[in-house]
């Protein structure tokens, strides 16, 4: 390589008068397309980290655990009804699993098909829900289901899964939106491998 250019095997650097043999009205070409292009983050800044665990045997029967490895929620199914329940045991939300699947989640979600709950949208891509009258969208992107508002591109939670153990990160901001029960009320929709619509 000659001095600091580093192009200069490529552009027919004259190291005997530090002149180019380029065309100088040319611009350079561009190195974007040699460099790796970055990729979704392994991490979602700030965001915390909810893992449905000791799925038993999924995740219509679980727990889930959030931060300080501490017990959220659990998810406990018997015959056509599924129970999202609190920390302390209290019903947060009941599915239902008869013919025409309903969901439910107190002060939350009023008893509906869980298929209008999370609406499938017309080229069958995304899913939508509604919280607070904001509509929110669930996406597939790279290896995650991913919740955002419309038209935003902040990412306001995720869903990822393994072979034994489904990964929930939701942000502050969606924390502070009230998205917490209902994104781990999504997730174990979104991850049942049950029809619901």
Same mark, same amino acid.
């Given at each position: 390589?000659?001095?600091?250019?580093?192009?200069?095997a #490529?552009?027919?650097?004259?190291?005997?008068?530090?002149?180019?043999?380029?065309?100088?009205?040319?611009?350079?070409?561009?190195?974007?397309?040699?460099?790796?292009?970055p %990729?979704?983050?392994?991490?979602?800044?700030?965001a915390? %980290? $909810?893992?449905?665990?000791?799925?038993?045997p999924?995740?219509?029967?679980?727990?889930?655990?959030?931060?300080?490895?501490?017990?959220? $929620?659990?998810?406990?199914?018997?015959?056509?009804?599924?129970?999202?329940?609190?920390? #302390?045991?209290?019903?947060?939300?009941?599915?239902?699993?008869?013919?025409?699947?309903?969901?439910?989640?107190?002060?939350?979600? &009023?008893?509906?098909?869980?298929?209008?709950?999370?609406?499938?949208?017309?080229?069958?891509?995304?899913? $939508?829900?509604?919280?607070?009258?904001?509509?929110?969208?669930?996406?597939?992107?790279?290896?995650?289901?991913?919740?955002?508002?419309?038209?935003?591109?902040?990412?306001? &939670?995720?869903?990822s899964?393994?072979?034994?153990?489904?990964?929930?990160?939701? %942000?502050?901001? &969606?924390? #502070?939106?009230?998205?917490?029960?209902?994104?781990?009320?999504?997730?174990?929709?979104? #991850?049942?491998?049950?029809?619901?619509?």
């Amino acid at each position: 390589m000659y001095g600091s250019n580093p192009f200069a095997a #490529q552009d027919g650097w004259n190291a005997g008068n530090g002149q180019s043999t380029w065309d100088t009205s040319v611009p350079p070409p561009s190195i974007f397309g040699a460099l790796p292009y970055p %990729t979704t983050s392994s991490v979602l800044p700030g965001a915390i %980290t $909810f893992k449905f665990a000791s799925l038993n045997p999924t995740i219509l029967n679980c727990k889930v655990i959030g931060p300080r490895n501490e017990t959220y $929620f659990r998810v406990v199914t018997d015959g056509g009804h599924t129970v999202l329940k609190d920390a #302390q045991g209290s019903n947060i939300a009941l599915l239902e699993w008869w013919d025409r699947p309903t969901v439910e989640a107190r002060g939350l979600v &009023a008893k509906q098909p869980m298929g209008r709950w999370l609406r499938l949208s017309t080229d069958r891509s995304h899913r $939508f829900m509604v919280h607070n009258g904001v509509g929110y969208s669930w996406r597939p992107h790279d290896r995650f289901l991913q919740l955002s508002i419309p038209g935003s591109y902040d990412v306001l &939670a995720r869903v990822s899964k393994t072979h034994d153990v489904v990964i929930l990160e939701l %942000t502050p901001h &969606a924390i #502070q939106l009230g998205l917490l029960e209902l994104g781990v009320l999504a997730t174990i929709l979104l #991850q049942c491998g049950k029809s619901i619509d």
